[in-house]
């Protein structure tokens, strides 16, 4: 596996997979994407694993999208944009999907597909300082491929709020709004996760999976396949934009984008 995604299983089955990009901020590329889809489908056919813990290496959970790295991408063919969305759709949709329990654990900042990787897990336990924002309106692009799984965690109402505006929350906003469950004080996150994950290894492992996949296809996450197409080619169409150009260029030259009133 990439070191910009580790995993290391407890004698209990308590597997944790850490996003190991700290230098920047845990932000995701193809490398993370990858390791990600990689480590989550090798634990989850892993009959020694019971539990699955997701957090972040350094100061933040995870920034979202390295959004150099998604101009990048953005000058390659058609073809090749759909092949990136649907492997990061997939990501998402590989960690929803899971049989076994996971728990999100979630510091500092938590922004644009970090957020997607929260409303992915079962249970979210951030700590005080944590922020959250979903933030790709903001750079040109869209969050289309998180959508389903944010509509399902905080509702389509406030959805459209925090994916029109990209304002960023807190820790008690988000668990208000249904993406976070439990808060905890600054640097108690594993304890806070402690007996959350004993209750997870008191109950019986097919059980939680069964629940688990009758809870995702009653909430409409049991994405069909045309769906999950529809899905991809329209986050990878909109990542080729000149309005996507324009707003990664005003990212990495910080200035504001050419459509903020006064922006010339």
Known sequence: MSDVVLSAVDGRGVATVTLNRPERNNAYNGEVIDALMATVEALA???????????????????????SWLKEIGQLSP?????????????IQGLTECPKPTVALIHGGCFGGGTGMAAAADIVIA???AVFSITEARWGVMAGIIIPHLNAAMGSRNVRRYALTCERFGARTARDLGLVHQICAEGGLD???????????MSAPDALAQTKRRALIEAGLDLS?????ELVEEHALKRQSEEAAEGLASFLEKRPPSWYPGAD
């Not at 997701?54 to 920034?63: I, M, P, S, T, Y």
């Not at 073809?79 to 990501?91: D, G």
């Not at 304890?191 to 290894?201: Q, R, S």
């Open 225 to 229: 396949g045309a769906h999950f197409s």
């Open 45 to 67: 056919v892993d009959e020694a694993v019971r539990v699955i813990v997701l957090r972040g290496n350094g100061k933040h959970f995870q920034a979202g999208a390295d959004l």
């Open 191 to 201: 304890e806070a996760a402690a007996p959350v994950i004993d209750n997870l290894l």
């Open 79 to 91: 073809l090749e944009n759909t092949e990136v969305s649907r492997r990061t759709a997939s990501a």
């Open 127 to 129: 700590s005080a300082d």
